[in-house]
T-cell receptor
């Protein structure tokens, strides 16, 4: 079993829909990261969380330390949000989920 | 501030040659991390370095791979005697002193990656 599990693996949505991507982990962590990998391969760090909730624009990330679970939400999704979203947990070294491939159709 | 700079962006090597990938962290960042993304696979941690120190190399293959972050200059990921299975995208990220678990900032900044192709 992977230490970091993401779901779904693939997600197709219509523009404007509310998106949720989930991440569960089985190890103790000091922080959790949400990353976005664009079709060209570049990686952007979206959030780093150790508790609670963070919001940046249309993106919201939450984490429940007791349940070892985090969610990434995208409100009013747009085709430019199409990317692979990766959850990574930090416990001295980083462990990555397999990623969720999001396609938002106009 | 140009962010995390990786070069070369693309590198082609023949089997048995050496590959050197360089990473200059963001200004003010003293921690460097290397990750590998094999084709059709996710990111995998390789090594975590601070200036002149390897902090965690648990993700590094035992042979042919080495990394350094000298007092002056960029961090270097070196792959000796490359094989086709080394073909991958190698990403570097940096963070400020204090590492990745302190403030509310998104303290990990990634470079654009170096894509190694072994013929």
């Amino acid at each position: 079993k992977n230490e970091v599990e993401q779901s779904p693996q693939n997600l197709t949505a219509q523009e404007g829909e509310f998106i949720t991507i989930n991440c569960s982990y089985s190890v103790g962590i000091s922080a959790l990261h949400w990353l976005q990998q664009h079709p060209g391969g570049g990686i952007v760090s979206l959030f780093m969380l150790s508790s609670g909730k963070k919001k940046h624009g249309r993106l919201i990330a939450t984490i429940n330390i007791q349940e070892k679970h985090s969610s990434l939400h995208i409100t009013a999704s747009h085709p430019r949000d199409s990317a692979v979203y990766i959850c990574a947990v930090d416990n001295n070294d980083m462990r990555f989920g397999a990623g969720t491939r999001l396609t938002v159709k106009p | 501030n140009a962010g995390v700079m990786q070069n070369p962006r693309h590198l082609v090597r023949r089997r048995g040659q050496e590959a050197r990938l360089r990473c200059s962290p963001m200004k003010g960042h003293s921690h460097v991390y290397w990750y590998r993304q094999l084709p059709e696979e996710g990111l995998k941690f390789m090594v975590y370095l601070q200036k002149e120190n390897i902090i965690d190399e648990s993700g590094m293959p035992k042979e042919r791979f080495s990394a350094e972050f000298p007092k002056e200059g960029p961090s270097i990921l070196r792959i000796q005697q490359v094989v086709r299975g080394d073909s991958a995208a190698y990403f570097c990220a940096s963070s400020p002193p204090g590492g990745g678990a302190t403030s509310g900032a998104n303290v990990l900044t990634f470079g654009a990656g170096s894509r190694l192709t072994v013929l």
